[in-house]
């Protein structure tokens, strides 16, 4: 990627100040912080075992009000805290500057977790979803292309409930995050 994040190192705030000012969904997503379970040691010990020895720097694209958020960034914020690596979340709606860098399909969706190095040019990226889980939202999207038909946000929701049972399959969203960024840290250090 030949995209510099540089100049929002030092910009956003600390995952607990964005846990702490969440004005939605602030229960739902401490709960599923609280759940957090490893799915095996050799996850754990990966993230673990970058403590002190990777330059990477974690920049967060989020907005409280995202049910994907939610669901998957409880879990990247607790993979990060046994990491030790430096992360800061950008509040969708202060950066867009940044999110015009990482749009989805051309749209803004978060979470998007940005990898960088301590002179800011982008490594990586993860998000917004699990893959199993957005290639449903792709399929939805080339099969609905016209966000004005008047059967559209029926047909969004009937996606979004499969989506959430997506979201548990296997070890749930705990299993495909953490196996998702560990797979992406592994190709960048």
């Known amino acids: 990627m030949s995209v510099n994040v540089a100049y929002k190192f030092g910009a956003g705030i600390t995952p607990l100040q964005f846990m702490e000012g969440m004005q939605k969904n602030k229960e739902a997503f401490q709960a ?23 330059n990477l720097r974690v920049l967060i694209l989020a907005a409280d009000w995202c049910g994907d958020v939610v669901r998957s960034v ?22 867009q500057d940044l999110m015009e860098h990482f749009l989805t399909n051309g749209g803004r969706s978060v979470p998007i977790i940005i990898f960088a190095d301590d002179q800011g040019q982008v490594l990586g990226q993860w998000g917004p979803r699990p893959e199993h889980v957005q290639a449903l939202m792709i399929e ?15 047909k969004i929701g009937e996606v979004r409930k499969a989506m959430a049972v997506k979201y548990e399959e296997g070890a749930g969203v705990n299993g495909s995050v953490v196996t998702e960024l560990r797979k992406l840290i592994s190709g960048l250090i």
């Open 32 to 54: 599923n912080y609280d759940k957090f379970a490893w799915q095996s040691e050799e996850d754990r010990a990966f993230f673990e075992g970058l403590q002190g020895k990777s």
């Open 74 to 95: 409880p879990v990247v914020f607790q993979a990060l805290e046994a990491s030790g690596l430096t992360a800061e979340v950008f509040i969708l709606e202060q950066h």
């Open 140 to 154: 939805f999207k080339r099969q609905n292309p016209d966000r004005e038909a008047p059967d559209y946000e029926e």
